[in-house]
């Protein structure tokens, strides 16, 4: 068909496809490019976007014998499973179970307080002052807006954080006084704008940005260990369940659907649990 004297461009199948995921799924941006890493990868190393159920069946089988992550294994097989019954052609894929993790390494308190003190000015200091004391995600960050901060309360709200649901967390009134004046230096105008935007554009906040970030700061503070946005959540999780913060106040600040995802800490920490028992525990003498 021509319209405007200019031939409409056909979309392909797996334009098609991440169209779908959008508008029937509800997915967001960061699982859609998730997907299309996979896809994309999977279509270049089978030379096709038309695979056959055996094709498919093939390359999920070579995945899992080679070492990659638990988490690559099964998001491989899930966004080809995914393609192959969008295209008519489905298979049927039995994952593996999921091996018990234990979290390797944390950052002490005194190491958070390091990266910090090591912030060059108010802008750096409260996004990693917000990171560190509410535990938010990486992409919670950067989707903030300034009116999503309550600094009356010390709360912030999330919107649309992760499976697309909003919740309300809590700040320090250490961070919430970082926030304050990083605000009051940086935004003109609070109303409706992201809480931080690149300087030169002042476009939405980026992943990217924030890990390389932490990365620097952290090298500034001469932590020796590697340091990314997420394991302060995981740092901040562990504190708090060492001052003796429930499960169920560390599942709804961190924004975890089942509590059981909160047991990680738990397990990765038995000395907690020896602490809370020598503790609690009766004396029948």
């Not at 200019?6 to 941006?29: A, N, Q, S, V």
């Not at 999780?237 to 924004?255: C, E, Y």
């Not at 047991?263 to 009766?282: A, G, L, N, W």
């Amino acid at each position: 068909m021509v319209r405007g004297g200019k031939e409409r461009k056909l979309m392909t199948m797996p334009e098609k496809f991440y169209d779908f995921l959008l508008i029937k799924k509800g997915f967001g941006d960061v699982t859609i490019g998730g997907y299309k890493r996979v896809l994309s990868k999977f279509f270049r190393d089978i030379g096709t976007e038309n695979p056959t159920r055996k094709q498919a069946e093939n390359y999920i089988a070579e995945i899992r014998k080679k070492t990659y992550s638990f988490s690559h294994v099964i998001n491989t097989s899930v966004a080809i499973g995914r393609y192959m019954e969008f295209i008519k052609k489905p298979i049927k894929i039995v994952h593996p179970r999921k091996p018990k993790s234990l979290l390797k390494d944390v950052m002490t308190e005194g190491e958070v307080a390091r990266i910090l003190a090591a912030t060059k000015n108010n802008r750096e200091k409260a996004m990693l002052a917000i990171l560190a004391y509410s535990g938010i995600r990486n992409k919670e960050l950067c989707s903030l807006k300034a009116h999503d901060v309550n600094l009356d309360d010390n709360v912030l709200r999330v919107i649309g954080g992760k499976f697309n649901k909003d919740r309300v967390v809590n700040i320090s009134k250490e961070c919430a006084k970082v926030v304050t004046e990083y605000i009051g230096q940086y935004l003109q105008n609070v109303d409706g704008q992201y809480l931080f935007t690149t300087l030169r554009e002042g476009k939405q906040y980026n992943g990217w940005a924030l890990r390389k970030v932490v990365k620097v700061v952290a090298k500034r503070a001469k932590i020796k260990k590697r340091v990314y946005p997420h394991l302060f959540r995981h740092s901040l999780a562990t504190h708090l369940l060492s001052k003796g913060m429930n499960l169920v106040g560390i599942q709804q600040q961190l924004g975890h659907q089942d509590i059981k995802t909160v047991m990680i800490y738990v397990h990765s920490f038995p000395h907690k649990i020896k602490t809370e028992y020598e503790y609690r525990v009766p004396s029948y003498n």
